[in-house]
């Protein structure tokens, strides 16, 4: 990782919350798990939730993975498919977990 600042005269800090945002692949790995959530879902849901599916993959295929404004719009497609289809998940889990920030591990 590297950072880009301006120094000033005096002490110059910088702190890091030992977080890193997803990689584009980890993001990719999030649409294809919630793609399979959807393609599952019809297999189950009645006809006229069809819909709803339909719209969750349009707006998946509008999501750049490679972009880090994406975490945003991929948890919020999954969070519109655990509120209306949770109850299609049987106790386990259909849906991926929510993308977000990894902690690093030590030593790394």
Known sequence: MELSFEPRPGMNRVTWDLTFPPST????EFVRALEGAIEEL?????QT?????????????A????????????????RILVR??????WG????????????????A
Do not use: C, N, W
């Open 25 to 28: 692949d980890e993001r990719v």
């Open 42 to 46: 019809r297999q189950h849901v009645p």
């Open 84 to 89: 209306e289809y949770g109850s299609y998940a």
């Open 63 to 78: 999501v750049d993975p490679a972009t880090e404004e994406s975490d945003r719009e991929l948890d919020s497609v999954r």
């Open 92 to 107: 386990s889990p259909l849906f991926p977990t929510k993308i977000g920030r990894t902690t690093a591990e030590a030593g």
């Open 49 to 61: 939730s069809q819909a709803a599916l339909d719209d969750a993959m349009r707006q998946l295929s």
